[in-house]
C-alpha cells in the first residue's frame, strides 16, 4: 500500500537489507498455546506470545494494520486518556500508555480472523513458516531488489518484515520498513477459499507464493517514491500512477508477477472502457479513489470490473511512460518523484 509520506528508519544498499521472519514462528506459537483455552485466555497468550517480544516491524504492523483505531480510542479514554490528555504527553510517554490498548486490540483481531477462516490459516502454516528456508523467496527478493537498484542506482532499501495478519493486506511501509502478510500469499490451489470473503475468493486462487517476491519489490517501489510537492491536488490520477508505478517497476525487476491477477485480466480485456471511466473521474477525491483502488468490499457493479483496477491503469500509464522515453533511467527517476502526474500522463500518450 502506498505510504508516500512516510518516513523509513534505516536504508541500506542492497547486499545489507535484513530480512526478518522471527515473528512467523511466535504467531504459530502463540496459535497453539491458545488452542482451547477460554477467550480471555487466548488474547493473552497472543499478547505475551507474539506481540509483546515482537521485532520492530510486528510493533509496526500492530499500530497500522492489526488493532482497532475505534476501539482503542474508546478504552483509552474510558481509562482517563483521552486524545488531548495524550496530546500533551511526549511521544515516548504515549507509547508507554498506549502500548498495552493496542496489544489487546491487535490480539483480539487476529483471534477474530482466526475465528473466521480456521482453515484457512491451518492451510497455509508451513507455507508461512519456509520463507526464512525458501531460497526461490529470499534469494529472488534479493535479485529483484539488485535489479531494481540498477533502474535506480539511488535506491536504498530499509528492513523486510516477513508477517502474519487478519488477511487485511498483502504488503504495506512503515518507520521501521517494509511489512508483508505473508498469510495472504501463502496460498496454492489446495487451500480451502469458501470461508474468506468474496474478494479474497476471486484474487487468491490466481496468486503463487513466489509472487511474495513481485510483492516485496513493489512495496520497495513505495520506499523510493517522493511525497507530493506542496498544494498539489490528491486524487485518483495521482493514488492510480502511485500504485501502477510500483507494479511497473516491480515487473521490471521481477518479470510479469501479477500478469493473472483479476485486474491485469480484466483490464486487457476491456482497457477502452476502463479508460473512458477512468479519465471521467480521475480528478475525483477519497470517494472516488474507493471505488477504483483498495476496494475489495466494494460491490462487483460498482468497482469498475475488478479490484484494485486503478492500480492497472496506473500501470498501464507507467509502462507507457517508460516506452516512449529515450533515457529509461531518466524516466524511471522521473516516475518515482511524481512531480506531475498530469504530465506524466500527457507524456505517455497513453490512450486506449
Same mark, same amino acid.
Given at each position: 500500500?502506498?505510504?508516500?509520506? =512516510?518516513? !523509513? *528508519?534505516?536504508? *541500506?544498499?542492497?547486499?545489507?537489507?535484513?530480512?526478518?521472519?522471527?515473528?512467523?514462528?511466535?504467531?504459530?506459537?502463540?496459535?497453539?498455546?491458545? &488452542?482451547?483455552?477460554?477467550? #480471555?485466555?487466548?488474547?493473552?497468550?497472543?499478547?505475551?506470545?507474539?506481540?509483546?517480544?515482537?521485532?520492530?516491524?510486528?510493533?509496526?504492523?500492530?499500530?497500522?494494520?492489526?488493532?482497532?483505531?475505534? %476501539?482503542? /480510542?474508546?478504552?483509552?479514554?474510558?481509562?482517563?486518556?483521552?486524545?488531548?490528555?495524550?496530546?500533551?504527553?511526549?511521544?515516548?510517554?504515549?507509547?508507554?500508555?498506549? &502500548?498495552?490498548?493496542?496489544?489487546?486490540?491487535?490480539?483480539?483481531?487476529?483471534?477474530? @480472523?482466526?475465528?473466521?477462516?480456521?482453515?484457512?490459516?491451518?492451510?497455509?502454516?508451513?507455507?508461512?513458516?519456509?520463507?526464512? %528456508?525458501?531460497? /526461490?523467496?529470499?534469494?529472488?527478493?534479493?535479485?529483484?531488489?539488485?535489479?531494481?537498484?540498477?533502474?535506480?542506482?539511488?535506491?536504498?532499501?530499509?528492513?523486510?518484515?516477513? !508477517?502474519?495478519?487478519?488477511?487485511?493486506?498483502?504488503? $504495506?511501509? @512503515?518507520?521501521? +520498513?517494509?511489512?508483508?502478510?505473508?498469510?495472504?500469499?501463502?496460498?496454492?490451489?489446495?487451500?480451502?477459499?469458501?470461508?474468506?470473503?468474496?474478494?479474497?475468493?476471486?484474487?487468491?486462487?490466481?496468486?503463487?507464493?513466489?509472487?511474495?517476491?513481485?510483492?516485496?519489490?513493489?512495496? *520497495?517501489?513505495? %520506499?523510493?517514491?517522493?511525497? &507530493?510537492?506542496? #498544494?498539489?491536488?490528491?486524487?485518483?490520477?495521482?493514488?492510480?500512477? #502511485?500504485? #501502477?508505478? *510500483?507494479?511497473?517497476? @516491480?515487473?521490471?525487476?521481477? +518479470?510479469?508477477?501479477?500478469?493473472?491477477?483479476?485486474?491485469?485480466?480484466?483490464?486487457?480485456?476491456?482497457?477502452?472502457?476502463?479508460? =473512458?471511466?477512468?479519465?471521467?473521474?480521475?480528478?475525483? +477525491?477519497?470517494? $472516488?479513489?474507493?471505488?477504483?483502488?483498495?476496494?475489495?468490499?466494494?460491490?462487483?457493479?460498482?468497482?469498475?470490473?475488478?479490484?484494485?483496477?486503478?492500480?492497472?491503469?496506473?500501470?498501464?500509464?507507467?509502462?507507457?511512460?517508460?516506452? /516512449?522515453?529515450?533515457?529509461?533511467?531518466?524516466?524511471?527517476?522521473?516516475? !518515482?518523484?511524481?512531480?506531475?502526474?498530469?504530465?506524466? !500522463?500527457? @507524456?505517455?500518450?497513453?490512450?486506449?
Amino acid at each position: 500500500m502506498l505510504l508516500l509520506l =512516510v518516513l !523509513l *528508519a534505516v536504508q *541500506a544498499p542492497v547486499d545489507s537489507v535484513h530480512i526478518v521472519t522471527r515473528d512467523i514462528p511466535n504467531f504459530w506459537r502463540a496459535y497453539d498455546q491458545a &488452542a482451547g483455552k477460554d477467550s #480471555g485466555m487466548r488474547v493473552r497468550i497472543f499478547e505475551t506470545a507474539y506481540l509483546q517480544p515482537g521485532s520492530p516491524g510486528l510493533r509496526d504492523w500492530m499500530r497500522v494494520r492489526l488493532m482497532n483505531r475505534d %476501539t482503542v /480510542r474508546a478504552r483509552l479514554a474510558r481509562a482517563g486518556w483521552p486524545k488531548e490528555r495524550l496530546d500533551s504527553l511526549p511521544p515516548d510517554s504515549v507509547k508507554k500508555v498506549t &502500548a498495552p490498548f493496542m496489544e489487546r486490540s491487535a490480539a483480539e483481531e487476529l483471534l477474530r @480472523a482466526l475465528g473466521q477462516y480456521p482453515r484457512y490459516y491451518a492451510a497455509v502454516r508451513p507455507t508461512t513458516l519456509s520463507v526464512d %528456508t525458501n531460497s /526461490r523467496i529470499t534469494q529472488g527478493v534479493r535479485r529483484g531488489l539488485k535489479k531494481l537498484a540498477a533502474l535506480y542506482p539511488e535506491a536504498r532499501f530499509p528492513t523486510i518484515y516477513f !508477517l502474519i495478519g487478519t488477511l487485511s493486506t498483502g504488503g $504495506t511501509t @512503515a518507520q521501521s +520498513g517494509m511489512l508483508m502478510g505473508t498469510e495472504q500469499s501463502a496460498s496454492d490451489p489446495t487451500t480451502p477459499l469458501d470461508e474468506l470473503p468474496d474478494w479474497a475468493q476471486k484474487n487468491l486462487p490466481t496468486h503463487t507464493f513466489e509472487q511474495l517476491v513481485g510483492l516485496v519489490v513493489h512495496e *520497495a517501489v513505495h %520506499t523510493q517514491q517522493k511525497p &507530493a510537492p506542496p #498544494g498539489q491536488q490528491d486524487n485518483l490520477l495521482r493514488h492510480a500512477l #502511485g500504485e #501502477g508505478i *510500483a507494479d511497473f517497476l @516491480a515487473e521490471l525487476a521481477v +518479470g510479469p508477477w501479477i500478469a493473472n491477477a483479476p485486474r491485469q485480466i480484466y483490464g486487457r480485456a476491456h482497457e477502452h472502457d476502463v479508460w =473512458v471511466d477512468f479519465q471521467n473521474e480521475m480528478q475525483g +477525491g477519497d470517494s $472516488t479513489i474507493r471505488m477504483w483502488m483498495y476496494n475489495g468490499m466494494v460491490p462487483p457493479e460498482k468497482n469498475h470490473g475488478a479490484i484494485d483496477i486503478g492500480y492497472w491503469v496506473g500501470y498501464r500509464i507507467a509502462g507507457a511512460y517508460y516506452a /516512449r522515453a529515450a533515457d529509461k533511467r531518466a524516466a524511471v527517476r522521473e516516475l !518515482l518523484e511524481l512531480r506531475d502526474p498530469e504530465a506524466i !500522463l500527457r @507524456a505517455s500518450g497513453y490512450a486506449p
